[in-house]
């Protein structure tokens, strides 16, 4: 593909050195119009073709590369909470000590709905 336009070079500081509305008007025409490029690029031209296809497909595969790998920190989360639970889950129910706390907070419940329901109104 043949460039018709030359890239102005930027300063230290940033800029072109043109001011804001030459700034503008250059970005306004640097970008051709439908029909400039359908004069410049025949549609027709099967290399043409086959280059804009293979850049287009690789894009594509990037996109979808990219949002697969987004998801997968999802799945980490997943795996990690699906094994916190796990480990709550696996509670030695035989154990002395836990049937003890078990039994005091049960009692603890008991009274303050005793004492909740014995209020007068």
Do not use: W, Y
Request: aromatic share 2%; hydrophobic share 30%; glycine share 4%.
């Amino acid at each position: 593909m043949k460039k018709s336009e030359i890239k102005p070079t930027t300063t230290n500081n940033g800029s072109n050195g043109a001011s804001a509305p030459e700034a503008e008007a250059a970005s306004s025409s640097a970008e051709p119009t439908k029909a400039e490029l359908e004069a410049e690029f025949d549609p027709n031209d099967k290399e043409l073709c086959h280059a804009a296809l293979k850049i287009q497909s690789t894009f594509r595969g990037h996109l979808a590369r990219k949002l697969v790998n987004k998801d997968a920190p999802e799945d980490e989360d997943i795996k990690e909470i699906t094994k916190k639970v796990a480990e709550e889950l696996d509670i030695d129910l035989t154990d002395p000590e836990l049937n003890k706390a078990a039994t005091k907070i049960q009692a603890s419940f008991r009274g303050h709905k005793t004492r909740r329901e014995a209020q007068p109104e």
